[in-house]
């Protein structure tokens, strides 16, 4: 396909409407040419209906193949639509959130479950994913948390390059590849006081240093797509940002694919109090260098005035047009505008034993273990577990589970009866909104005796999947007291209780975790989360997983991440009572469970860090090595994560407590130890200096290789 010559080919009113994405409600609307319902709230005619160039929210192949081919019969110029879905964690087969995939630091099991929710999107017809979202978290009320692998910049940065080419393949080559689109640009996860939507604030230091490299590393990997944020940033909404995205995005970083609004964010500048109509909107946003406009329509109705009064160029709609139409030609939609769209193919692969093994997997591996005095694992030859909770027979896929359907998914009641058929596995409560179930005497006594006969309890507690995702944070992350109130009658009625959470974000802990001898969370886990589920608690698998953002003891401590500054009164330890420093005197200052935390069945000692060499030359290219010997000191094999972290101790501008560099999954056999070397090198020192430049200053380091970002013993070493 020639797409210039198409593009010269298009009317202004052509370009206009492939600039524009609506949902499928109001393209599928099934009376051809009469515009109802959405798209008269839109102002759209049938005209603007049939050009319109991608849409959002299609279901099935079915769905895709009926509309392609209408919407081909009525477009002039016959030019593909694309279909977009967030497919955030599994298309039809769900599998653990991204802050729990984030927990698994295996890159290997995200790529694989992004190249699985790839292949049952493109059966089913989708061609772009708003994945991966990389935004950092610090604030645990954020409902958005859920989506995000956490609050390392250096870490949210791989895992995004590993999901782009987990969606995108081999650049789109590939039968089952989708197009990727990266979001939300930019710092959306810093909402002041975790309240979605609310506007973002910030220095250049934080912005670079730690909310904006996670971006860059999608577009550095290749993603074919950016979306903007809601979030005014520091004043600017980042929908009609110029700086952002033609300055930075496009200049600086030299991305030249499509940019998407998010769901109409360009009207809602008018809320900001950033513009005051929809002609404003789309002056903003085109010469903000937004291509694709979602849901809603002002370059429909005002880019043709805005060219007329010369505030807005030919030039740029010809632009943008032609990425999108390159975007088309590079998934061969010209050549086939179904692609891999197939409702055999969707109906082999969705859901299919290999689909729901691997999302088995990344549950178990998404899991960490947070407390566990003597109870788990549990025997096999176990007789009796009793299953009490809200969340005991529901399945748990969370926030943005797209096709996947719960009554699909494998409930711990249910996964815990597969295990053990010959067990009596006892259900109390089962299913509710986690709110009420204490007050409920009956249900009380009910799950009271249920504890007391059973050899063994697991209580399914935690957030409802409402409670996390978009437009859902919390002012209190702690459970709610009902669910309090449940952990202690139940533990004094069989202290054979572990507490199994589901949660969209870190939640605080401080006034239960003394409530019972075990705690773990499985986030939500998705489709096999019941029978992951089992085999965690069965020892048949061990956990792995480690927390990639701090859990508080008390909602009060929000924003609470590792990498903190040091400030100039710093407490001077965990039990300190000094004063005139910085501390609450209600609280510690340190999360209950750190970044980079999990424990397993084993355990592991650490070694002391041995440096290769205790100075590196700045400007030489040397690298020295730091090396760990970790052993399992246990009886059961295991895995865990041994984190490298830097910590520059004087600068030009202060530096964190400690900051991620690398790290490596090792997994050893009771009483086998093994040696992890890191290679250390100059760039790993480097920051963003005032002056704008990355680089790395001399003077003393300390580094660290240990199990979570509060353990080990530091090293130094000194950049000369
Ligand atoms: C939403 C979300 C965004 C999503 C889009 C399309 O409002 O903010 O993440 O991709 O709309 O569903």
Not at 148 to 164: I, K, L, Q
Request: with cysteine.
């Amino acid at each position: 396909m020639d797409i210039y010559a198409l593009l010269k080919s298009m009317t202004l009113e052509e370009k206009l409407a492939q600039m524009s994405q609506y949902g499928t409600s109001v393209l599928d609307s099934g009376a051809a040419d009469d515009v109802t319902g959405p798209a008269r709230d839109l102002g759209l005619t049938a005209e603007h209906i049939a050009a319109a160039g991608s849409t959002l929210g299609s279901g099935t192949a079915e769905q895709v193949i009926a509309m392609q081919k209408a919407h081909l019969e009525k477009d002039p110029n016959k030019i593909p639509l694309l279909f977009m879905r967030d497919v955030i964690h599994g298309y039809r087969t769900i599998y653990p959130i991204p802050l729990g995939m984030g927990a698994t630091w295996d890159e290997k099991i995200v790529y694989d479950c992004c190249r699985m929710a790839a292949k049952e999107s493109a059966v089913s017809g989708i061609t772009v994913n708003f994945s991966p979202m990389v935004d950092l978290v610090r604030d645990c009320r954020w409902g958005r948390n859920m989506e995000s692998t956490g609050e390392d910049a250096w870490y949210n940065s791989r895992m995004g390059a590993v999901m782009v080419k987990g969606y995108q393949g081999d650049d789109l080559k590939g039968k089952y590849d989708i197009a990727a689109c990266v979001k939300h640009f930019a710092a959306y996860g810093a909402a002041e006081s975790g309240r979605d939507y609310n506007t973002t604030d910030m220095s250049d230091y934080t912005f670079y240093e730690h909310y904006l490299p996670a971006y860059r590393a999608a577009v550095d990997a290749g993603v074919e797509m950016v979306m903007t944020s809601f979030n005014a940033l520091n004043g600017v909404p980042c929908a009609g940002n110029q700086w952002l995205v033609n300055d930075l995005l496009r200049g600086e970083w030299g991305f030249d694919g499509v940019v998407i609004s998010d769901w109409n964010s360009f009207y809602e500048m008018i809320n900001h109090g950033f513009i005051e109509n929809s002609k404003q909107a789309a002056e903003k946003a085109v010469n903000g260098g937004t291509d694709i406009e979602m849901m809603s329509s002002t370059y429909i109705h005002h880019m043709k005035a805005l060219i007329d009064e010369g505030k807005v160029r030919k030039e740029q709609i010809d632009r943008a047009v032609l990425r999108i139409l390159r975007l088309k030609e590079k998934l061969g939609l010209f050549e086939n505008p179904l692609r891999a769209t197939s409702v055999e193919e969707e109906a082999k692969y969705c859901l299919c034993e290999e689909h729901r093994t691997l999302a088995r997997r990344a549950a178990e591996q998404a899991a960490v273990l947070l407390k566990n005095e003597g109870v788990l694992p549990l025997s096999e030859n176990i007789k009796s577990i009793a299953v009490i909770g809200p969340f005991a027979a529901c399945g748990m896929n969370g926030w943005w589970s797209c096709q996947g359907d719960t009554k699909e998914s494998v409930s711990v009641v249910d996964g815990l009866r597969a295990a053990l058929p010959h067990a009596e596995i006892t259900c109390t409560a089962g299913c509710t909104d986690g709110l009420h179930d204490s007050s409920n005497d009956t249900m009380l006594e009910k799950a009271i005796a249920a504890a007391r006969e059973a050899e063994a309890v697991i209580l399914c507690l935690g957030e409802q999947e409402g409670w996390s995702g978009e437009g859902n944070s919390r002012a209190d992350v702690g459970l709610p007291a009902a669910q309090k109130e449940l952990i202690r009658h139940v533990v004094a009625a069989n202290p054979r209780t572990a507490v199994l959470l589901f949660n969209g974000r870190p939640l605080a802990l401080g006034d239960v975790i003394n409530d019972a001898p075990a705690f773990f969370t499985m986030w939500q886990p998705g489709t096999e989360g019941g029978s992951a589920a089992a085999n965690l608690l069965l020892g048949r698998v061990n956990f792995n997983g480690h927390l990639t953002m701090s859990f508080p003891y008390h909602v009060g401590q929000a924003p609470i991440y590792y990498n903190r500054m040091n400030t100039g009164r710093p407490k001077p330890g965990d039990d300190s009572t000094m004063g005139y420093v910085s501390r609450y005197v209600d609280c510690p200052n340190a999360p209950l469970f750190p970044f980079g935390y999990g424990l397993s069945y084993t355990t592991f000692a650490y070694g002391k860090p041995i440096l290769s060499a205790n100075t590196l030359k700045k400007g030489s290219g040397e690298q020295v090595t730091l090396s760990v010997t970790v052993k399992n000191t246990g009886y059961v094999a295991g895995t865990t994560v041994v984190q490298l972290y830097i910590r520059d101790l004087v600068a030009s501008l202060v530096r964190p407590v400690r900051e991620l560099r690398g790290y490596e999954r090792i997994t050893l056999a009771p009483g086998e130890e093994r040696t992890v070397t890191f290679t250390v090198e100059e760039d790993m020192l480097a920051f963003r200096t005032e002056s704008g430049k990355i680089e790395a200053e001399t003077g003393d380091f300390h580094l660290w290789a240990a199990s979570d970002a509060a353990s080990g013993e530091p090293v130094p070493l000194t950049l000369v």
